[in-house]
């Protein structure tokens, strides 16, 4: 009988067990503390916000082929869940791998207490962090500013509060060409930073906020390390096809060029609109410098090795040549063999003429080298992915 009582407990307990952990919960929603590390023998352990996004989940496959540690903190309010998965994935056809070195933590960057214990669970310890997370898109930082200095320079200002809690004093910062403006080209690290839209002013806030609480924390002798990295205009897909650009379908008319170019040809969308025609260009229209993500990916790995303590360095991140609108269209229809038919409208607030960087500096110092110089090639790799159906949608 007391067997029997025994075995109705244990049958009780077991499937509360089971209803009250789903599966989903532990391997998903929760910061999973990896148990089964018996030695660690990892490069480093890199925080990496923003790791479900674009260039944060290709960012994430290549420091796990470098050998690092990586958690990545997002709230998946506009990367993939699939970008998550495709991770998790490619880290079976790694074989050196000695252990599952990847722990995923969904938690909003405006949360300090949230962010705060991700970093105090992390075992080993964080070493490093690379600060992705943020939105993105001049057009809609026009339309809601406030949205962007919350989501941009308040949340990284949280990030920095929960770093010094955390005794984390090394940081890599997406920032952005926006942050210069309509300035004299090629861009230099030394060209004035006059942003012309919310977008690049709040990532020029948080480039302000990091300087200055690397100098507070080194007058307090605990020299902080930080490498500001100013993106130019970033496009292609992980040449193997494991990640790419996906926005989601709410964003897509936020989109970015290279996904609006792709919707056309693919006919998603009837026509390609480019705004503004009468720029003081050659052609009339805008002038970008276009890096491909797994070049800016590569930026990033060694300015981890190059993270000098007490020390606050910036580089720009293009490729140094800049393509108009209507010569990224040409080399969009090489690509997709499609003919896409183009709409004009008036320029969007915020834009500027042309920009491209000066890259001299990266190259020299950090001795980065960028593998994607064709811009067909670069996009080559984004139909790829687009073609393969993506994370498995039905946007082909
Ligand atoms: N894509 C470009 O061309 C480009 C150019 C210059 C700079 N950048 C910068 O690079 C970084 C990454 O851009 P991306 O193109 O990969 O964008 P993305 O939207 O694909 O990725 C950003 C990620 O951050 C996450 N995120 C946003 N707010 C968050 C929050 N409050 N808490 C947690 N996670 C949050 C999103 O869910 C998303 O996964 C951004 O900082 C962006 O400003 C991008």
Same mark, same amino acid.
């Given at each position: ?102 722990? %995923? =933590?969904?938690? @909003?960057? !405006? ?5 705060? +214990?991700?970093?105090? #669970? &992390? ?84 480039? %302000? =906020?990091?300087? @200055?609480? !690397? ?5 307090? +002798?605990?020299?902080? #390390? &930080? ?170």
């Amino acid at each position: 009988m007391l067997g029997l009582i025994c075995l109705a407990i244990t049958g009780i307990v077991l499937l509360g067990f089971v209803v009250l952990t789903p599966k989903a919960a532990t391997e998903d929603r929760t910061f999973l503390k990896d148990t089964g590390l018996e030695k660690d023998t990892a490069a480093g352990h890199i925080l990496v916000t923003g790791g479900a996004g674009y260039i944060g989940s290709h960012a994430v496959l290549r420091l796990l082929e470098e050998n690092y540690r990586v958690t990545v903190i997002d709230n998946l309010s506009r990367g993939n869940a699939e970008a998550i998965e495709a991770i998790r994935s490619a880290m079976d056809e790694m074989p050196n791998l000695p252990y599952r070195p990847f722990t %995923y =933590a969904e938690a @909003d960057l !405006s949360e300090r207490e949230a962010v705060l +214990g991700v970093l105090r #669970a &992390a075992n080993p310890p964080i070493d490093t962090v690379i600060h992705f997370a943020a939105v993105a898109f001049v057009g809609e930082s026009v339309a809601r500013p406030l949205q962007y200095y919350h989501n941009i320079t308040m949340n990284t200002v949280t990030l920095l509060e929960a770093m010094e809690q955390a005794g984390i004093t090394r940081l890599i910062y997406s920032s952005t060409c926006a942050t210069y403006g309509n300035q004299k080209v090629p861009i230099t690290e030394k060209t004035p930073q006059v942003p012309t839209n919310p977008y690049g002013r709040a990532k020029l806030f948080s480039e %302000y =906020a990091i300087k @200055d609480q !690397s100098l507070a924390l080194n007058m307090a +002798g605990e020299k902080f #390390a &930080a490498i500001l990295l100013r993106y130019f205009n970033v496009i292609g897909a992980d040449p193997k096809g494991r990640v790419g650009e996906q926005p989601r379908e709410e964003l897509r008319s936020q989109g970015r060029i290279s996904t609006a170019c792709f919707d056309a040809a693919s006919g998603v969308i009837p026509h390609l609109t480019i705004f503004g025609s009468d720029f003081p260009t050659p052609d009339g229209t805008c002038v970008r410098d276009y890096i491909h993500v797994s070049d800016l990916v590569d930026a990033h790995v060694k300015a981890l090795k190059a993270l000098k303590d007490g020390e606050v360095k910036v580089y720009n991140v293009g490729v140094g040549k800049g393509y108009s609108v209507k010569e990224f269209i040409n080399a969009c229809k090489t690509v997709t063999g499609a003919d896409i038919t183009v709409e004009k409208k008036d320029r969007r607030p915020g834009d500027y003429a042309e920009i491209f960087a000066d890259s001299t500096k990266v190259k020299k110092e950090l001795s980065w080298v960028p593998a994607f110089t064709d811009l067909s090639e670069s996009l080559a790799t984004a139909w790829a992915f687009r073609k393969k159906g993506g994370f498995g949608s039905t946007t082909t």
